[in-house]
């Protein structure tokens, strides 16, 4: 069945240089790449994304993880992939959760650690359903940042609206 996910390299990934690493696994599920970009994450969107955590002991730890605050780096880079069981590949290429007990040949097995805290920086997020695929890639992104149409969209005519453009 053909599905989208998101995948986000955390900012442990980034700071250990991991991402053409990770982009290289991926290129091996043959899933195609649709959409990509680096972003600053926001406390909102940070807050947003981990809504189901909100009651977990380390939600305030995991907020400053995804943000960059634990690396110093504050970005992460966000991509949408799509194909067949798009969903359940790219999570097995991931691994557990718990880096400890992910499987050492996947991701997380491979350059994940819990840190002394408690928190498990496990390099990567991924989507782990399609209704959280479908919240997460309309969170992260706009329809016009993806190059295929993937869930229906309509046009509304903004006013008054104030925007960056170049010089
Ligand atoms: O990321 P995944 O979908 O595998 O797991 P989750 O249950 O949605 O948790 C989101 C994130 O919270 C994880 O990726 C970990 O970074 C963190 N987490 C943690 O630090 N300790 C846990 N016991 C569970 C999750
Ligand atoms: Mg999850």
Known sequence: MEQKTLVVIKPDGLKKSLTGNILTRLSETKLEIV???????????????????KDKPFFEELIKYIQGELHERRKVMAMVYWGDD??????????ST????????????SYGRI???GLYENVVH???????AEREIK???EPDDIIVDLYPTKFVTLTNITKRVWE
């Open 115 to 117: 840190t002394t805290k």
């Open 35 to 53: 959409s990509a970009k680096i972003i600053r994450v926001s406390r909102e969107l940070a807050v947003e994304h981990y809504k189901h955590m």
């Open 126 to 132: 991924t989507s782990s359903n399609e209704p959280e």
């Open 86 to 95: 798009a969903i359940n590949k790219v999570r097995k290429l991931a691994g």
């Open 98 to 109: 718990n880096p400890e007990e992910a499987d050492p040949t996947t991701i997380r097995g």
């Open 139 to 141: 969170l992260w992104f």
